[in-house]
Each structure stands twice: as structure tokens, then as C-alpha cells.
């Protein structure tokens, strides 16, 4: 069975800090896709990235980046100099490649960004 | 346009009401999903369905009646809830597959009196 930890339940921190939210999956599959998703207080889920278990690339969107590790099974997403807006809910997710494309979702991490 | 759009954003209901969700696409995906979020939790799939067709139910209650008319459309059906099923039920759709991302709508913030 599948399964996301995000041992982290809440960070604070103080703008222009970098944050790091750590998530650690299990999976018997040898090929699946991992998802980090953000939700401010404002309910919806915004997509964040996705990465299949074959690209262990790490990846830079702007402030955002992602360090991909299978041999630690982990998944983790700094923000750089972080801002306020940062401040949500971060969830990482996992689909296995079998059937239809059903989500575990981590308990997720709430971020607190300060000015 | 990668929009979900959910109506209503609020709902408050009694427990012998009968009120449906709305939801609605145009990116083309066939594959839509409900789920029901609960304060501090991370979502929990409800239904999910493929080219229209009723492909998961999580073994949700009957009081909960899914709908896909069509490809763009997906609706769910509410009827004599309990205040424990108070939550966000958030809509969302992708390309059908495991592989694929999937965009969530706003949500609708429900409430059972």
C-alpha cells in the first residue's frame, strides 16, 4: 500500500527566510508520480509540480525547487526567501501507475509566513 | 483556460433538504473527481469518473448520489445528510491515468444543520 509523511504539521517562519517541507512516501511500485499541491486559506488546490519516478532531476521554478531522492524515498520543497503569500497548506501526493489515477495525499504541512 | 468552477460556494442545509454541487471544465479532461475535505485533514477521494463513468466510489454513503451528464459537467446529489458530513467538497479533473496532474475548483463549503 501506499503511503505520504509529512512529519511536519506546521513551520513558522519570518519573511525572506528559506523553509524546507519535507515528505517521505512508500510504494511497492517501481514506477509512480509524486505531486506537490498548495492551498492557501482560500480552499482550493493549486498544483505545484509533478514528477515521475524515473526523473530524479531536481527542479527550479522561481523561488520554488524540489529535491527528488528515491534512495532516501524523499520529496522535498524549499522556498526561498519566503513571502507571505507563501503562507498555506502544502500537501505532497503519490500515485501509483496501476489503475486509475487515485491520489494519497500526506496530512500535509501548514506554512506560517510572518512579516 | 485550466479553470474548475464549483457552485454554490457556501451551502447550508437542513437534514431533510436535498441540494446538489455543481461542478464544471473546459480543459477537455475526462476524468473528474469529488472529494470531501474535513478542517485540518488532507482530502478524501469520494468518487472518481472516467469518460462519464462511475469508475471509483469509495464506499461513500447513498446519501451521496453522483452525476456526470457530460464531459465538462459533473454534479453530486445531496440528500438527508448529517451535520457530520459537514465539510469542503472540492471538485477536480485531469486527463484519465495515474501520471497526470489533477486541478482542483474552489470548492463548496457545506453545512448540515
Redesign the interface.
Known amino acids: 500500500a501506499q503511503k505520504v509523511t509529512q512529519a511536519q504539521t506546521e513551520i513558522s517562519v519570518v519573511e525572506k527566510e528559506d523553509v524546507t517541507l519535507d515528505c517521505v512516501y512508500e510504494t511497492r511500485d517501481t514506477t509512480y508520480?509524486l505531486?506537490w499541491?498548495k492551498q492557501p486559506p482560500?480552499?482550493?488546490?493549486?498544483?505545484l509540480i509533478?514528477r515521475?519516478s524515473f526523473d530524479e532531476q531536481n527542479e527550479i521554478s522561481g523561488r520554488y525547487s524540489w529535491n527528488f531522492q528515491k534512495s532516501t524515498s524523499s520529496f522535498n520543497f524549499t522556498i526561498t526567501a519566503s513571502q507571505v503569500v507563501d503562507s498555506a497548506v502544502y500537501?505532497c501526493a503519490l500515485?501509483?501507475?496501476?489503475?486509475?489515477?487515485?491520489?494519497t495525499?500526506?496530512?500535509?504541512t501548514m506554512l506560517l509566513v510572518s512579516p | 483556460d485550466t479553470e474548475v468552477t464549483q457552485t454554490p460556494k457556501h451551502l447550508v442545509m437542513g437534514m431533510t433538504n436535498k441540494k446538489s454541487l455543481k461542478c464544471e471544465q473546459h480543459m477537455g479532461h475526462r476524468a473528474m473527481y469529488w472529494y470531501k475535505q474535513k478542517a485540518k485533514k488532507p482530502p478524501e477521494l469520494m468518487f472518481v469518473y472516467s469518460y462519464e463513468k462511475l469508475s471509483i466510489n469509495e464506499s461513500v454513503p447513498s446519501r451521496f448520489s453522483p452525476e456526470c451528464p457530460n464531459s465538462s459537467l459533473l454534479n453530486l446529489h445531496l440528500h438527508a445528510l448529517q451535520p457530520e458530513d459537514s465539510a469542503l467538497y472540492l471538485c477536480a479533473s485531469s486527463v484519465p491515468g495515474t501520471s497526470h496532474e489533477q486541478f482542483f475548483g474552489p470548492g463548496t463549503r457545506l453545512t448540515v444543520l
Request: proline share 0%; hydrophobic share 30%; net charge negative.
Open positions: 508520480y505531486f499541491y482560500s480552499g482550493e488546490l493549486v498544483f509533478r515521475n500537501f500515485s501509483e501507475d496501476a489503475g486509475y489515477s487515485t491520489l495525499f500526506g496530512k500535509g
